[in-house]
């Protein structure tokens, strides 16, 4: 049916369906009027669904399914046979998340799974599945020659002096004074010979001035406790959480459901204001340090990159790269100076 293959959609379709048919039953013309072209309907388990509420955009999605042979998994699929609760509000709840797929791969759908709401994270409830996929697994016998990774050097406010003076050094100054003195070929081989041997003359310089930093697994990054986030406000998440999954398993206990959402408002309010503050602290102690203590300020600065808000990368057009490392490879007049001289 599908040129380019099956359909499986996941997500948000803020439709309530209830349990309205999504396919055509007793599809089955071949007695009336037979036409090898006409592809039936498979019949399909009905759905149970915790929402008997139907609405217009419920009616669309209907329409949809029937037309493009799109099946929903909602309330027919083990592990939701009762058609879960998807999204939860002050006002009810709702099924308006589904997973829908082609009745083609409908059979590959092994199970899904309509997880705890919590109420601290989302209106909704995640939903997952188990999806039977065939695939072959190509194994590449030949392997691959890795190189090991460069030598990382600890750099202080000493670093300096200590490099110049192992630049000086005899070993090292004859080094670069035979490369200083060497034709160097402008081709491939020869720009590669010229790197390697100025690249040896500095590391040889680092591992005499320099110590070299010890290499270390990385371990798993676990989240780092954000520092506005209290104890109390650590106990009315957990106590939210509690709250929305109880809501979850009696979505119809109205009192349950208003003191759930008043702690979610009193938990958001004083969560917005705690991390508010925070940052207003760490700008005015900036403005203080910023001519008093420049160390102390940037350092403030560094913690702030490792903030949880995102950073918005701005793209680079081809064009800027290009002039950028064309004025970057540019030769200098003091270097034409020095190498003339």
Known sequence: MYDKGDIALFG????RVAVDVDFIPNDNCSKFMPDEHYIEDVPCTTRESQDQVRCNRGKSLIDLCIQSRLRILNGRTLGDFSGKFTAHCSLGSS??????????????????????FQRSISNHCLLSCILSVDFDEQVNSE???????????KWTDGSISKFQEALACPSVASKLEEFNNCNISLDKNGIEKAVVDMNNCILEAANISLKARKGVMRKNNKKKKKPWFTPDLHEMKTSLDYLSKQLAFRPFDNQLRHKCFCLSKQYNKLRKERRRNHFKDIVNKMKNLSTKNP??????????KFCDSEKEEIPITPSVLLDHFKELNKVSELSKYNYNS
Not at 12 to 15: G, K, M, Q, R
Not at 96 to 106: A, K, M, T
């Open 295 to 304: 160390k102390q300020f940037w350092e403030i600065v560094n913690t702030l």
């Open 12 to 15: 948000d379709f803020n439709a």
């Open 143 to 153: 392997t691959t020659k890795l190189f090991p990774l460069p030598l990382r050097y």
């Open 95 to 116: 099924v308006i998340d589904y997973i829908i797929g082609s009745e083609s791969i409908s059979h590959r759908f092994l199970c899904m799974k309509v997880h705890d």
